[in-house]
């Protein structure tokens, strides 16, 4: 069973930075794809940020030039660095793993950015 466990999320001031971490384990083919999602309060669940396994990485409009996502094949694992968080940044960030053609979500965690 995939298993996805994030981590970095808080409370920041509008301006500041976070970095989010997502840790992958189970049976996780070499060719899979992970990406950054998020959900604010009463909206959709949204997409944020992929980077395929080959390091190539696509970014949504919102966020193009101030997060950057990256991942450690080695370690499974995928990063979300957020900088200039402004406070419609505010959300649950969840990330996902497609592998084997089914993608796997984690339990997300919370990003706070006060104005």
């Known amino acids: 069973q995939v298993q996805l466990v994030e981590s970095g999320g808080g409370l920041v001031q509008a301006g500041g930075s976070l970095k989010l971490g997502c840790a992958a384990s189970?049976?996780?083919?070499?060719?899979?794809?992970m990406a950054w999602y998020r959900q604010a309060p009463g909206n959709q669940r949204e997409w944020v940020a992929t980077v395929t396994s080959g390091g190539n990485t696509d970014y949504a409009d919102s966020v193009m030039g101030r997060f950057t996502i990256s991942r450690d094949g080695a370690k499974n694992a995928m990063y979300l660095q957020m900088n200039d968080l402004k406070p419609e940044d505010t959300a649950v960030y969840y990330c996902q793993i497609v592998t084997l053609g089914r993608p796997y979500w984690g339990q997300g965690t919370q990003v706070t950015v006060s104005s």
């Open positions: 189970g049976p996780i083919w070499s060719f899979s794809t």
